[in-house]
């Protein structure tokens, strides 16, 4: 059983329209969270991190993450078709390695 | 900054045979970590260094699975009597600074592609 999981699995969003991921850890330990961004053919790149109780906003990107119930969430506002791509969430404890969840495919389009 | 390098891009080996995969860490990151991505599993962390020592293999397949990390400037994976079921996309990452609190990100390569007939 995978120790991050997603959901949805995938996502199909209108272009100017909302897309919200979610992410849980069932590894109690873990206190950092990410959100990568994966473009097909393309290697993940880092889109956010939260690692505290509260929302975290960058441009069109807003986290949200609640440690009590080690659940985080990432909404897109006023999607782009250039945001089609795989969102990995993934989590960590203190100097361990990151371990990623399958992920959620966004498709956005026009 | 040419990022994080892997070689080679494309590896075709035959089942039994050993495959080597390269890494070239972004000149001053002081952790490296080697993962597997396939369709099903999706990106499995396997080992990570940090100051070139092993930190957590803990993703490591016990046996034909080795990792190594001679000097600062690259790491090798290697895999003895491949398998089918080794053919994946072989992603190393190099961070600045994590261990520090864990607030480092990851800087991803390329990929190998290891592909087992």
């Known amino acids: 059983q995978q120790k991050v999981q997603q959901s949805p699995e995938s996502l199909i969003v209108p272009e100017g329209g909302m897309a919200s991921l979610n992410c849980t850890s069932s590894?109690?330990?873990?206190?950092y969270f990410w959100w990568y961004r994966q473009h097909s053919g393309k290697s993940p790149k880092m889109l956010m991190s939260i690692f505290s109780n509260g929302e975290k906003e960058e441009g069109r990107f807003t986290v949200h993450l609640n440690k009590a119930s080690l659940h985080t969430s990432l909404h897109i506002r006023d999607s782009q078709p250039s945001d089609s791509a795989l969102y990995l969430c993934a989590a960590s404890t203190y100097a361990q390695g990151l371990t990623f969840g399958l992920g959620t495919r966004v498709s956005v389009f026009p | 900054n040419a990022g994080v390098i892997q070689t080679p891009r494309h590896k075709v080996t035959g089942k039994g045979q050993e495959a080597t995969l390269w890494c070239e860490p972004i000149?001053?990151?002081?952790?490296v970590f080697w993962y597997r991505q396939t369709i099903v599993q999706g990106l499995e962390f396997l080992t990570y260094f940090r100051n070139q020592a092993p930190i957590d293999d803990s993703g490591m397949p016990k046996e034909r699975f080795s990792a190594q990390m001679p000097n600062q400037s690259h790491s090798t994976l290697k895999i003895q009597s491949t398998q089918p079921q080794d053919s994946a996309v072989y992603l190393c990452a190099s961070s600045l600074d994590w261990g520090g609190r864990g607030t480092g990100q990851l800087y991803f390569g390329e990929g190998s592609k290891l592909t087992v007939l």
């Open positions: 590894d109690r330990n873990v206190d």
């Open positions: 000149s001053g990151h002081s952790a």
